[in-house]
């Protein structure tokens, strides 16, 4: 690769790092950012650096291993996240790591963003599954995104943030852009009580429209709604929600039960004052008698 590409490359990291900090995705020197240049070599983001404030000179190569070829700063503590990922995906040419605060919220709870919800990421992304947590920069958090890292693009990191790949690092950095956005939709449909889920059918339909778009997929969705969601292999297909349609029906729309939102318990705010003024009486009653 000429140095002319690798420059232009540099500028690029600097300035998805300065739209990553400008949308609070990462504080202080949260993130990483990592491009590969060729067959033997990474291009990735300092350590304790602010990705708002890079210049293209902070920038280190290193070969797939993790050592480094060129620079005068120590690789992102999280490269072995970004190697693992190069080493399964020969397709992907960029990794963007970030802890964008609404995803990271889901990632925290323990939610996946698996729901077909909206039809632009069922194209896009299909769904966002959560990688087990692993400790930073230790060899748990690679072998946690191994599993997931063959069929998606997308992932929720447990308890840590979530992690895109793409084949340019701009494209990979749109991909956290959807993740956060899905997310921040996601929470106020929850908050109000319902989510309208796509069929399943719909669902099948637009994954024949990804080819049309233009739109590379890792894995195809995964198709057989008789199995269940525990058995399915994550490096196959990729697993999203989308219950079926009712036999006759041909809904493109299903409503979510309230009471199935992942346990969750949700009362008007007439119940809840119904409810707290039985316990009163309730209490009352016991002290009076």
């Known amino acids: 690769m000429n140095q002319r590409t690798e420059d232009a490359f540099r500028a690029d990291i600097v300035e998805v790092g300065k739209r990553m900090y400008a949308r609070e995705y990462v504080a202080s020197n949260d993130g990483n950012i990592s491009i590969r240049l060729d067959d033997d070599a990474i291009l990735t983001t300092p ?11 902070m920038m280190v190569v290193v070969d797939l291993s993790g050592k480094k070829i060129r620079g005068t700063r120590d690789a992102s503590s999280e490269l072995l996240m970004h190697l693992e990922v190069y080493k399964n995906r020969p397709d992907v040419r960029a990794v963007v790591h970030a802890h964008p ?11 996946p963003l698996d729901r077909a919800v909206l039809a632009e990421v069922v194209t896009t992304l299909g ?3 959560i990688a087990e947590y692993g400790t930073p920069s230790t060899p748990e958090l690679p072998e946690a ?11 929720l990191l447990a308890n840590h943030g979530a992690l895109t790949v793409a084949a340019d690092v701009f494209a990979a950095y749109y991909k956290m852009e959807t993740i956060e956005h899905f997310a921040r939709i996601s929470l106020v449909a929850r908050q109000l009580g319902r989510e309208h889920l796509l069929s399943r059918e719909e669902v099948e339909r637009l994954q024949g429209l990804r080819g049309n778009y233009g739109i590379k997929s890792p894995a195809p969705i995964c198709a057989d709604a008789s199995a269940p969601l525990a058995d399915l292999d994550p490096a196959s297909c990729q697993i999203i929600q989308a219950p079926a349609s009712p036999a006759g029906g041909g809904a493109r729309l299903i409503p979510t039960d309230p009471a199935d939102l ?8 007439r119940e809840l004052t119904a409810l707290i003024e039985d316990a009163v009486k309730a209490l009352l009653g016991g002290h009076h008698g």
């Open 101 to 111: 605060p609404t995803a990271t919220g889901f990632a925290v709870a323990g939610i």
């Open 145 to 155: 995104v191994r599993k997931y890292i063959r069929a998606y693009d997308g992932l």
């Open 262 to 269: 992942d346990g969750e318990i949700r009362l008007s705010y």
């Open 127 to 129: 769904s966002v599954p």
């Open 47 to 57: 350590r304790s650096v602010c990705k708002g404030f890079m210049t293209p000179d």
